[in-house]
Structure formats: C-alpha cells, structure tokens
C-alpha cells in the first residue's frame, strides 16, 4: 500500500522560532508538493520539486523554505514562525508524468503561538 | 483571476442521492478532479474528467461540461461514512492544480 508519512500530526511552536515539517513517501515517486489548508480557502501550493535538490516556488512561498535531499524525502521550513502560518499542511507526491499530487499525507496541524 | 466555486456545506440523508456542483472559471483547462477528504486525513482521489460526460464509478458519478465551466459528483445511497468534505480542483493551462474551498457533506440518518 503506498504511503506519504508525514513526521507530526500535531505540532506547537512559538513565534519566531524555525519549524521544521518532514515529509517521506515510500512509492519512488518524483513530484513532492506542500501545501497548506485554511478553512474557507482551497488548498495553495507552497513549493513543489520535480527531482533531488530541485524545487520551484509555488502560489504562497514567502516565508517558507524547502529541502529535497533525498528522492524519499521532501522537508518544508518555517525560517522564523509567524502566527499566521498556524495553518494545516500536506504533502503529496506523484509520479514524473504526472504533475498534480496523486498521494496525500493524512497532514500537520501546526500552531504558532 | 482563477475561480472554483461550489456550496460551502450540505446536508443530506442516509440513502438519499446528493450532487454536489462545482464551477470554474481558469486560464485555460486540462482536466478536473474530486477528492473525497475525511476530518483529519488526507485528501483521497475520486475521479477525474476532462471530456464532457459523465463517468460513473460505484456510486459516485463525476459529471462535466467544459461549455459551461461546470462540473457535479453525485452520490448515490448514502451511507454515513460519506460524510467527509469533497474538493474540486481545475487543472489549468499551465498544467497547475486549482483548488475550490470544498464542500462539507453531513449525513444524517
């Protein structure tokens, strides 16, 4: 069965502080996605990478940073925290030839206080 | 700018047959998804259209008309699992995924 683990269901942080949001999917896939959800809004692309050590910039990047190292792992970072990235986030993967996310993890609920 | 539309919440009753719409307006168009999306978990592919018609799988359907920037899913004998929100999501000309805020679908019996 295929599966995107993303390492918190839940995390609390502080302001100012950098979060680091860690996303492994076992499939072999090429394409990882961030995302965050907000009730009310659909869900925005934050960064994508299409292959190890690439990424592009998504709809909302600012703020945010990403790392691909390792074709498994796909990790999303909050440079210094803001209240307003109390947000959920998902990642996805799929695989090259498909370029929207196929697979989801079950997501992060992270606050900042 | 890029739109998807569709209710915010709908209630509907075990066994009955829910349709649920959803509108866009986008730069272009190369598809149209559902994802099915329990409280807490991670959204789940439903179906996928990007000719007009209608694709029926169990007892979801996903309908489109690209004419009028429209699409539906329909659920038929519902059941209480059902109960979830469901996300439509435009493929654009720039092949990007757009998202609409979802549908949250309440079942009751």
């Known amino acids: 069965d295929v599966k995107v683990t993303q390492s918190s269901r839940y995390l609390v942080k502080r302001t100012g502080e950098k979060v680091f949001l860690e996303c492994v999917q076992d499939?072999?896939?090429?394409?990882m996605f961030w995302y965050r959800q907000d009730p009310g809004l659909g869900l925005r692309l934050i960064y994508f990478?299409?292959?190890?050590?690439?990424?592009e910039k998504g709809d909302i990047p600012e703020g945010y940073s990403v790392s691909r190292e390792k074709k498994e792992r796909f990790s999303l970072i909050l440079e210094s925290a803001s209240t307003n990235q109390t947000s959920m986030y998902l990642c996805?993967?799929?695989?090259?030839?498909?370029?929207?996310?196929?697979?989801f993890g079950d997501g992060t609920r992270l606050s900042i206080l | 700018g890029q739109n998807i539309d569709q209710p915010t919440e709908m209630t509907a009753t075990e066994g009955a047959i829910v349709q649920i719409n959803c509108t866009y307006q986008?730069?272009?168009?190369?598809?149209l998804f559902w994802y099915q999306q329990h409280a807490g978990e991670a959204p789940t592919f439903l179906s996928y259209n990007v000719l007009d018609g209608l694709e029926e799988k169990g007892r979801f359907s996903s309908f489109l008309s690209r004419s009028k920037g429209y699409s539906y899913l329909l659920l038929k004998e519902l059941q209480m699992k059902d109960s979830a929100s469901y996300l439509c999501?435009?493929?654009?000309?720039?092949?990007?995924?757009?998202w609409g805020a979802g549908t949250k679908l309440i079942i009751k019996p």
């Open positions: 499939m072999d896939h090429e394409n």
């Open positions: 990478s299409y292959d190890v050590k690439m990424k």
């Open positions: 999501a435009v493929v654009d000309s720039n092949y990007q995924l757009i």
């Open positions: 986008t730069s272009g168009f190369n598809g």
């Open positions: 996805a993967s799929s695989f090259g030839t498909d370029v929207q996310p196929q697979h």
